[in-house]
T-cell receptor, first 115, second 113 residues
Framework: NAGVTQTPKFRVLKTGQSMTLLCAQD?????MYWYRQDPGMGLRLIHY???????AKGEVPDGYNVSRLKKQNFLLGLESAAPSQTSVYFC??????????????FGSGTQLSVL | GENVEQHPSTLSVQEGDSAVIKCTYS??????FPWYKQELGKRPQLIID?????GEKKDQRIAVTLNKTAKHFSLHITETQPEDSAVYFC????????????FGRGTSLIVHP
């Protein structure tokens, strides 16, 4: 099992460019999440999904869009990148709460720099 | 929504000392409290968790305590070792409903040899 895989691991963008971060999980998890991590700010939720075809906004959704067309994949898009979106992005997945484990499994992260 | 406060933001200890990290939460409906450890350059990983029907849980050198009345929970690490150096995140959530964990801002623990 690969667990949760994120691509790419590093990316540099110019202001205004667009890109998509891909998250894939092979654990048949229903829930998937996108977080951003900034120094001193912890893990802030951008968007999440409670199942295939569903998405919902988290704490800091502005400037991002997501899609969950397949259960195993959760895509995070930046339509017009801004320097404020420079961050480390983590994808995570979990089982449905109440099914024995609420543990989040994280990907290895994507370091994104917007110049 | 839920709000989780975590203190201190940085904690420096000597090897062998104990370390305590504290978190408070705002939503009395929260009933699940995990702790994640993130080593430098790595992904966060769950190290221990506690549910609201339990007051304390131990796993070797790590323990977590929960005070539901005061709405705070703490991570205790005894006999610290250099490999305990990492950022620790607490979180709070409800196991019913849509369950989306809210994280604290993290504590950077530094264990000096």
């Amino acid at each position: 099992n690969a667990g949760v895989t994120q691509t790419p691991k590093f990316r540099v963008l110019k202001t205004g460019q667009s890109m998509t971060l891909l998250c894939a999980q092979d654990m048949n998890h229903e829930y998937m999440y996108w977080y951003r991590q900034d120094p001193g700010m912890g893990l802030r939720l951008i968007h999440y999904s409670v199942g295939e075809g569903t998405t919902a906004k988290g704490e800091v959704p502005d400037g991002y869009n997501v899609s969950r067309l397949k259960k195993q994949n959760f895509l995070l898009g930046l339509e017009s990148a801004a320097p404020s979106q420079t961050s480390v992005y983590f994808c995570a997945s979990s089982r449905v709460p109440g099914q024995g484990s609420e543990k989040l499994f994280f990907g290895s992260g994507t370091q994104l720099s917007v110049l | 929504g839920e709000n989780v406060e975590q203190h201190p933001s940085t904690l420096s200890v000597q090897e062998g000392d104990s370390a305590v990290i504290k978190c408070t939460y705002s939503d009395s409906a929260s009933n699940y409290f995990p702790w994640y450890k993130q080593e430098l350059g790595k992904r966060p990983q769950l190290i221990i968790d506690i549910r609201s029907n339990v007051g304390e849980k131990k796993d070797q050198r790590i323990a977590v305590t929960l005070n539901k009345t005061a709405k705070h929970f703490s991570l205790h690490i005894t006999e610290t070792q250099p490999e305990d150096s990492a950022v620790y995140f607490c979180a709070a959530s409800q196991t019913g409903g849509s369950y989306i964990p809210t994280f604290g801002r993290g504590t950077s623990l530094i264990v000096h040899p």
